[in-house]
């Protein structure tokens, strides 16, 4: 299937039901396969940004790609929305959901019964098999009211009391097998199979520990921005592999002490690399997560060829190695970026 062609049903089923949608030009991109997403999408009435991304086939997922999908969702309170259309062997069945890198990925059929029809997945898969999550309170419930013991249950079921014990109390996970003989047994419906909300996914990840490998890849133009951002008194967080259109995070040391962080900011050493597709995607993600945003560049850069389009605030090192503290640095940029308006009015 043409990956186009599924981003567009995607694009156009988050539309039929109120959500905003942002898409890139990526014809304008040699491989879009690396960028961590293919539509940011945002609901305001739930005050919700989810990145989009689709694979083709998700056993052969870049674990870049994935790191930088956990990175947008971690530094901008945004839900990952993974979409996929086969595995290894075969095409996703719907109402489930896969496990890859600690992520849930869902077919494009599933996403429409949720948002249509409110039918979450209750189905779990990772590459061992899948699993389903019983309501175990609504199983203890039926199975009294059919006057089973957890031994005639059991028994019928193939497994043993203990088990029947564990899925009551969710400390374990049936196969579908399993689970829909339960099901059978106690002449349930579906009700008894817990529905899994991919809109709320919790996941460990630590930004420093994927920026610190990037780092390693810094120029030395680029080494010279973060020591200059670190003598002012904060941090910058460095991903260069081509999943954002932007190069670098600036937060304060404190993390998430107000509104004016984390900073998107992209930088450029040479005129050639300012590219204008750079900057619109630059202030598209600053508008759509309502951050500030910066472009760095290297002194012998003519800033006023820069301004008129990007209304973002383009900065030359030297300034930056000018400021002594962080009052300074955001009073720069609130600076610039007043003196930008001006001009481009």
Same mark, same amino acid.
């Given at each position: 299937?043409?990956?186009?062609?599924?981003?567009?049903?995607?694009?156009?089923?988050?539309? +039929?039901?109120?959500?905003?949608?942002?898409?890139?030009?990526?014809?304008?991109?040699?491989?879009?396969?690396?960028?961590?997403?293919?539509?940011?999408?945002?609901?305001?009435?739930?005050?919700?940004?989810?990145?989009?991304?689709?694979?083709?086939?998700?056993?052969?997922?870049?674990?870049?790609?994935?790191?930088?999908?956990?990175?947008?969702?971690?530094?901008?309170?945004?839900?990952?929305?993974?979409?996929?259309?086969?595995?290894?062997?075969?095409?996703?069945?719907?109402?489930?959901?896969?496990?890859?890198?600690?992520?849930?990925?869902? +077919?494009?059929?599933?996403?429409?019964?949720?948002?249509?029809?409110?039918?979450?997945?209750?189905?779990?898969?990772?590459?061992?098999?899948?699993?389903?999550?019983?309501?175990?309170?609504?199983?203890?419930?039926?199975?009294?009211?059919?006057?089973?013991?957890?031994?005639?249950?059991?028994?019928?079921?193939?497994?043993?009391?203990?088990?029947?014990?564990?899925?009551?109390?969710?400390?374990?996970?049936?196969?579908?097998?399993?689970?829909?003989?339960?099901?059978?047994?106690?002449?349930?419906?579906?009700?008894?199979?817990?529905?899994?909300?991919?809109?709320?996914?919790?996941?460990?990840?630590?930004?420093?520990?994927?920026?610190?490998?990037?780092?390693?890849?810094?120029?030395?133009?680029?080494?010279?921005?973060?020591?200059?951002?670190?003598?002012?008194?904060i941090s910058s967080y460095w991903f260069k592999k081509g999943q954002f259109p932007?190069?670098?995070?600036?937060?304060?040391?404190?993390?998430?002490?107000?509104?004016?962080? #984390?900073?998107?900011?992209?930088?450029?050493?040479?005129?050639?690399?300012?590219?204008?597709?750079?900057?619109?995607?630059?202030?598209?993600?600053?508008?759509?997560?309502?951050?500030?945003?910066?472009?760095?560049?290297?002194?012998?850069?003519?800033?006023?060829?820069?301004?008129?389009? +990007?209304?973002? #605030?383009?900065?030359?090192?030297?300034?930056?190695?000018?400021?002594?503290?962080?009052?300074?640095?955001?009073?720069?940029?609130?600076?610039?970026?007043?003196?930008?308006?001006?001009?481009?009015?």
């Open positions: 299937m043409d990956m186009q062609k599924v981003i567009t049903e995607v694009d156009q089923l988050l539309k +039929s039901v109120g959500f905003s949608t942002f898409s890139f030009d990526f014809a304008s991109i040699q491989d879009r396969s690396s960028y961590c997403y293919d539509l940011l999408v945002k609901n305001a009435n739930l005050n919700l940004v989810f990145i989009v991304k689709i694979f083709m086939n998700i056993d052969n997922i870049n674990t870049d790609i994935i790191d930088g999908i956990k990175t947008l969702s971690k530094l901008f309170k945004s839900k990952p929305l993974l979409i996929g259309m086969r595995n290894r062997y075969q095409k996703l069945e719907d109402n489930t959901i896969y496990l890859r890198e600690d992520l849930p990925i869902i +077919s494009l059929k599933t996403l429409e019964n949720i948002l249509k029809k409110d039918l979450f997945p209750y189905v779990f898969k990772k590459r061992g098999g899948g699993v389903i999550f019983f309501n175990g309170d609504l199983v203890k419930k039926i199975r009294e009211e059919k006057r089973f013991s957890r031994k005639e249950l059991s028994e019928k079921i193939g497994v043993t009391k203990r088990t029947i014990c564990s899925y009551e109390s969710e400390n374990m996970r049936p196969s579908k097998e399993i689970a829909e003989k339960v099901k059978t047994v106690l002449g349930a419906d579906s009700r008894i199979f817990r529905n899994i909300n991919v809109f709320d996914w919790h996941f460990e990840f630590n930004i420093t520990e994927v920026s610190a490998k990037e780092e390693e890849e810094l120029s030395d133009f680029e080494s010279h921005i973060k020591n200059v951002i670190e003598d002012i008194g932007f190069e670098m995070l600036i937060s304060s040391n404190k993390w998430d002490v107000d509104d004016f962080y #984390p900073l998107l900011s992209d930088t450029s050493e040479f005129k050639k690399k300012v590219k204008e597709l750079n900057l619109t995607y630059l202030k598209n993600l600053m508008e759509l997560f309502a951050k500030k945003a910066l472009f760095i560049v290297n002194n012998d850069i003519k800033i006023n060829k820069i301004l008129p389009k +990007s209304k973002i #605030p383009v900065i030359k090192i030297k300034s930056l190695e000018k400021i002594d503290d962080e009052d300074q640095f955001k009073r720069l940029i609130q600076n610039s970026e007043s003196k930008n308006s001006q001009m481009i009015n």
